[in-house]
Structures are given as C-alpha cells and as structure tokens.
C-alpha cells in the first residue's frame, strides 16, 4: 500500500490516524476556569497520540460546549512549539436548543464566521487548517457558503474546507459555487457500521432496498480525491474490549474472530479494527475517539495491519460482520 492519501496529495496531512478530540470535553462547559487535572489528561491523550505518529487532530465547536477546544488550547499554551508539527480541524455547523429553539442546523455566513471565531479563541490559534460544516443543512444556501469561505480565506483564518456526514449530491451541490476543492467528508465507517459497503455489493438486489448510506458517495470522493475520514472507527470499543452483554451472533462473532487474528499477528484489537477499515482503497482516515492513553497507543500497529491484511482476512471480517453471507 504505497499510495498517498488525498490530504496527503495536497500537502495537508500525512498522518494515517485522527485524533479525535470529542471526549476531551466531556461532561460540557459553562465557561468556567478549566481545572489542572482536565488540562492534565488532555495533555497524556495529546502527548500518547504523538507518540504514535498521529500529528491531526479532529474537533468541532460543540463538542463539550467547547470545552473540548479549550482543553486543547491549554495543551498548546504548555506546548507552544507544537502549533506548527500538526494539523487542526474543526467544525460548525450545528446549533444547540435556546430557549424555545430546537437544536438546528446553521450554514449561514454570519454563524459560520461567528463558530470559527470562537474556536480560534478556545483553541488560541490564529488559524484552522481544516474547517468542516459538521452535519448538512435542509436551508443551505451555497452562494452564502461560499461567501463565509472566502472571507475565511483571505483573512487567513482557515486553510482548506470540507464538510461531514454528506452524500454525493449534497458535495457537488456546494462544490459546484466554490472555487477551492472541499478536501474532506467525515461519516461513519467501522466494521460495525458497514452499510457503506453493503450498499455496493446489494446493487441489482432487493436487499439494497434496505440500505440508505448514501449512494455514490464513496465512489464520488475516491473519483475527486476527498479524504474519507471514518467517525466511530472503533464501533465504540465493541471488538476490542468492551464488555458485551447478551451481543448479536454477528457481533460475537466478529468479536471473537477480531480477538483471534490479533492474537495470531501479536497484536492488538484495536489495530486489526483500524486496519480492516484502512485496508479499502479509499485511503480511509479513521478518526480514533478515545482519550485513553493506553488505548490510543494500542492502535499504533492500525497501519502495519492495514499494509498486510490480505483479502481473504478481510472479507473474512467484513462476513462475520454482516453475519449472512454476500449475495
């Protein structure tokens, strides 16, 4: 596997894995003075991310109110030298309940000028390297898009641009009023949430009724050289740990043929997990959503399995996932 990622392709990121920064802020923030024990952890999970090579780092301006921004501003207060040997991206987009407003989705220019500003100031840094917009809007206007883009852009607050959780149709639909190539799409992939390929193989059978992933939309990025980053890769730690009770046939099967090919390759669940979902040829980024810094160091391998997994241990998993055989 010596292809080159997308955001490799335009000098964006060469890291393999995301860090992502969601649980760094859990349990929410008013606001208040950050305690030196939540500074600490967050500091461990930066510092054991590092230490395996990972050198992007996923957040979103919700995540914890914020907090999770803020948490990592402080890491990068403490490590002022590190700003410039990784890659930050964040997203806007989606919108809290106020008062008697619902949560909502916002892609107007004025809520995405207002996000960025206040994740540049939780994260105490001049500029985001990537900005994504978190979850599609039914009133999205793609013109206003583009005007919040571009004044992003000039200002040198944001670097490059791309969105998440979006079908084909919804990306050249914004693609379509912006000059600049939106480098990433961000949805969920894991060997748990497989209806992303269970979508191509069902083509031409009745069972394809039953899947709604978004048809094309891997192919689309793959043809337009989008990075497809993968949210809840590890499927919630559901083959690598995590006490089950009372699982599905398929769940435990998949668990125990995950605890069984780790043990043969010495090594970890975590890393056969990653490198099932690495091993398609879209060059897909997991974003790894823990903050455990053992756990994160357990995924260090994802790559070296990813290199060597053979298409028979992949489909292998992908079976036992789907727990019926292909059609």
Known sequence: ?????????????????VFGCMSLGRGGWDGSALANEEIARAEQAVEAALSIGITMFD?????????????????LKRRP?????????????IRFPEGDLPNRYDFSKSHILRSVDGSLKRLGTDYIDVLLLHRPDPLVEPEEVAEAFESLKQSGKVRHF???????????????????????????????????LDEGVHVNQKKGTEVHFGEGTIEHCR????????????????FSGRPLENPPENVLKTKELVQRMAAEKHTSEEAIVLGWLMRHPAMIQPVIGTSDPERIRRCEDAVRQAETMTRDE???LYVASRGSLLP
């Open 81 to 93: 030298d590190l700003r410039d040997r990784i890659v930050i991206q964040t997203k806007c987009g």
């Open 59 to 75: 957040h979103a301006d919700i995540y914890g109110r914020g907090k999770a921004e803020a948490l990592f501003g402080e890491v």
């Open 223 to 238: 043809l337009e050289q989008i990075q497809l980053q993968a949210w809840g890769p590890l499927a919630r730690g559901m």
């Open 162 to 196: 791309g969105v998440s959780n979006m079908n084909a149709a919804q990306i050249r639909l914004l693609q379509a009023f912006l000059p600049d190539p939106l480098v990433v799409n961000q949805l969920e992939m894991s060997l748990l949430r497989i209806d992303w």
């Open 1 to 17: 596997m010596n292809k080159l990622m997308p955001l490799q392709k335009r000098n964006i990121s060469s890291s393999r894995l």
């Open 314 to 316: 992949w489909y292998s």
